[in-house]
């Protein structure tokens, strides 16, 4: 998988990617989690965004900037077809490459806690359970916020 910055060209398969990503999420959850009905527009006009692509095609989103003292990951999203080859691990390293680039310390990203499936990917990948948050949708679900040090 290459990963190159998004661009406005981009976006009709970013939207693809992460509907056909966060699907499986919703039929767990029961509803339609918010990172599903994202715009990514905003985050490719800021180069927040970064696509991975194989054959030139878009197989993997990465949503990331900057936050106060770390790099907030919104999104790290493998199209369901290339899941399980290690594209979701290789998202959260260019993560980690943008975050030292930017001199910050450390990354974070966000979970719901009923998804454990993607906290194990987190914590598998270095990322530990920072602290657990009302969901901002849901009062009855938590999120868990995970971090990893640089």
């Not at 398969?13 to 990514?40: F, H, S, W």
């Not at 194990?120 to 679900?141: K, N, T």
Request: charged content about 25%; glycine content about 6%; overall charge negative.
């Amino acid at each position: 998988m290459r990963i190159r910055r998004a661009t406005a060209a981009d976006l009709p398969a970013i939207q693809d990617v992460i509907t056909r990503a966060y699907d499986p999420d919703q039929k767990r959850l029961g509803y339609q989690p918010p990172a599903a009905a994202l715009d990514a527009t905003p985050w490719v006009t800021r180069n927040a965004a970064c696509v991975g692509e194989h054959a030139s095609s878009v197989m993997a989103v990465l949503l990331a900037e900057p936050a106060d003292g770390y790099l907030a990951v919104r999104m790290a999203a493998v199209d369901p077809a290339w899941q399980g080859s290690g594209h979701g691990r290789e998202l959260l390293d260019h993560a980690e490459e943008l975050a030292r680039d930017h001199g910050l310390p450390e990354v974070r990203v966000n979970a719901n806690v009923l998804l454990q499936q993607t906290i194990s990917i987190y914590e598998h990948c270095g990322y530990h359970v920072r602290e657990q948050r009302p969901h901002p949708v849901l009062a009855e679900h938590r999120m868990a916020e995970l971090a990893k040090a640089l």
